[in-house]
């Protein structure tokens, strides 16, 4: 099975932050990783397809990178709505796995 | 609007079974591949598994952790998923997610859409 690492777990910032959230993979996955944010009591939400494409309606502040086994979620100026949870996924191969998340807390 | 509804969560005895539905509405459910992804309370996201369509055969795939124990199902004619969990156990307690994949070629296997999730408790 592939495994995500993602870090930090948890990431304190404050509003107009930079943020960056890293996820490797145990073996090499292409662009087959996407992104969702999860808010507190609520199904997750994609974000970042094939490793760095925007899914309709979310905003350009969300950049996706990476290829192979290393990848990155940038939020370029953390907004109140953005205090969540992120988590990876990789689609490159069954079983299909996750990351352990990362939330974002208020500093 | 993309909609999917999970009903059928509760709590159930270990060793019991349980079967989730999801209802699906605003898309072409046909389509698409449909998977559960769960999540234990407070813990991440683990995806549980997929079935495909029927012009992909209706195959099925499962975690290590459910094979053999729960079965994914569909039914276009009603729009609908479903989830039976047999042989339950106390691991299995988790808030269950109906998701539709986006589609069907490798590169957009990604869950674009989610359901409220239904809550299932197994306990003695």
């Known amino acids: 099975d592939i495994q995500l690492t993602q870090s930090p777990s948890f990431q304190s910032a404050s509003v107009g932050d930079r943020v960056t959230i890293t996820c490797r993979a145990s073996?090499?996955?292409?662009?087959?990783l996407a992104w969702y944010q999860q808010k507190s009591g609520k199904g997750p939400k994609l974000l970042i397809y094939?490793?760095?494409s925007l899914q309709s309606g979310v905003p350009p502040r969300f950049s996706g990178s990476g290829s192979g086994t290393e990848f990155t979620l940038t939020i370029s100026s953390l907004q109140p709505e953005d205090f969540a949870t992120y988590y990876c996924?990789?689609?490159?191969?069954?079983?299909?796995?996750f990351g352990g998340g990362t939330k974002v807390e208020i500093k | 609007e993309v909609q999917l509804v999970e009903s059928g969560g509760g709590l159930v005895q270990p060793g019991g079974s349980l079967r989730l539905s999801c209802a699906a509405s605003?898309?072409?459910?046909?389509?698409?591949?449909m998977d559960w992804v769960r999540q234990a309370p407070g813990k991440g996201l683990e995806w549980v598994g997929r079935?495909?369509?029927?012009?992909?055969?209706?195959?099925?795939e499962y975690a290590a952790s459910v094979k053999g124990r729960f079965t994914i199902s569909r039914d276009d004619s009603a729009s609908s998923l479903y989830l039976q969990m047999n042989s339950l156990k106390t691991e299995d307690t988790a808030v269950y997610y109906c998701?539709?994949?986006?589609?069907?070629?490798?590169?957009?296997?990604?869950?674009?859409?989610w359901g409220q999730g239904a809550l299932v408790t197994v306990s003695s």
């Open positions: 996924q990789q689609l490159n191969s069954y079983p299909l796995t």
């Open positions: 605003g898309f072409t459910f046909s389509d698409h591949y």
């Open positions: 094939a490793a760095s």
């Open positions: 998701t539709r994949v986006f589609g069907t070629a490798w590169s957009t296997h990604h869950l674009d859409y």
């Open positions: 079935v495909r369509n029927k012009p992909n055969g209706l195959g099925t």
């Open positions: 073996q090499g996955i292409s662009s087959y």
